[in-house]
C-alpha cells in the first residue's frame, strides 16, 4: 500500500513569507507526527495528533508554527514569517496508534529560508 | 534536547564486516528503536525492541537493550556496500508515542 507522503519535497521562501507544508498518512493510521531535522542531527519532535487533536504539542519551537489535522488523515504544518533558522528538513510520521508502535516516515520536505 | 546519544559518529568497513553502533539513552523507557536514512531523507524503521526484552533480532541485525545501563546496541553482519546510511536510535521516554532521537551514526561500508 502507499506509504506516508509529503508535498513539496522542496520549498525555498524569501524570510518573513508564510509556508504550508503537507502530509498524507497511511490510510487508517490514527497518529500522526511532525518531526523537524538540522543537518547532522537526529529528528526532534515537534508535534503529535491523535485523530484530529493536537495530543502533544510541546515541540513546537514558537508560535509561528502551527499545525493542522482537520479530519483525522491529512495534516498541515504551517509556519509563519519564516525565518532563517527555520531551514531544515520537516518529516512526517504515522502509525496505527499513538502508543507502542513503530512510525512510519514520509520523504520529508526540505524547507530552505533565503 | 537529544535522549540517545549514538557512538562512534562515523564508521567506516569493509564489506562483509560486521558493523556495532551503541546508544545511550538518560530516562526511563517503554522502548527503543532503531531506524536508517538514506541522503538525508525518510527514516526507515528497522526493528523495535521493549523494555522487558534484552535481545532481538532481524535478519542480519541484531539489537541488545541493557536497561540497567540505559544502552543499546545494533549490529549489522556481513555488512553490505547498501547497508551505508545514517542509523537513529529513538527512545520514546516513557512517554509511549514521542520520539527523542540520537544524533546517529553515518556508517559507510566500502565495496
Known amino acids: 500500500g502507499a506509504g506516508v507522503s509529503q508535498t513539496p519535497s522542496n520549498k525555498v521562501t524569501e524570510k518573513g513569507k508564510y509556508v504550508e507544508l503537507r502530509c498524507d498518512p497511511i490510510s487508517g493510521h490514527t497518529a500522526l507526527y511532525w518531526y523537524r531535522q538540522s543537518l547532522g542531527q537526529g529528528p526532534e519532535f515537534l508535534i503529535y495528533?491523535?485523530?484530529?487533536?493536537?495530543?502533544?504539542d510541546s515541540g513546537l519551537p514558537n508560535d509561528r508554527f502551527f499545525a493542522v489535522r482537520p479530519e483525522g488523515s491529512v495534516s498541515t504544518l504551517k509556519i509563519q514569517r519564516t525565518e532563517r533558522g527555520d531551514s531544515a528538513v520537516y518529516l512526517c510520521?504515522?502509525?496505527?496508534?499513538?502508543?507502542?508502535?513503530?512510525?512510519?516516515f514520509g520523504p520529508g520536505t526540505r524547507l530552505t529560508v533565503t | 534536547s537529544q535522549q540517545g546519544e549514538e557512538d562512534p559518529q562515523a564508521l567506516s568497513i569493509q564489506e562483509g564486516e560486521n558493523a556495532t553502533m551503541n546508544c545511550s539513552y538518560k530516562t526511563s523507557i517503554n522502548n527503543l528503536q532503531w531506524y536508517r536514512q538514506n541522503s538525508g531523507r525518510g527514516l526507515v524503521h528497522l526493528i523495535l525492541?521493549?523494555?522487558?526484552?534484552r535481545e532481538k533480532h532481524s535478519g542480519r541485525l541484531r539489537v541488545t537493550l541493557d536497561t540497567s545501563k540505559k544502552s543499546s546496541s545494533l549490529l549489522i553482519t556481513a555488512s553490505r556496500a547498501a547497508d551505508t546510511a545514517s542509523y537513529f536510535c529513538a527512545t520514546d521516554a516513557g512517554s509511549s508515542y514521542k520520539l527523542i532521537f540520537g544524533s546517529g551514526t553515518r556508517l559507510l561500508v566500502r565495496p
Open positions: 525492541i521493549r523494555s522487558n526484552e
Open positions: 495528533f491523535q485523530g484530529t487533536g493536537a495530543a502533544d
Open positions: 510520521a504515522s502509525s496505527p496508534s499513538g502508543s507502542g508502535y513503530e512510525q512510519y
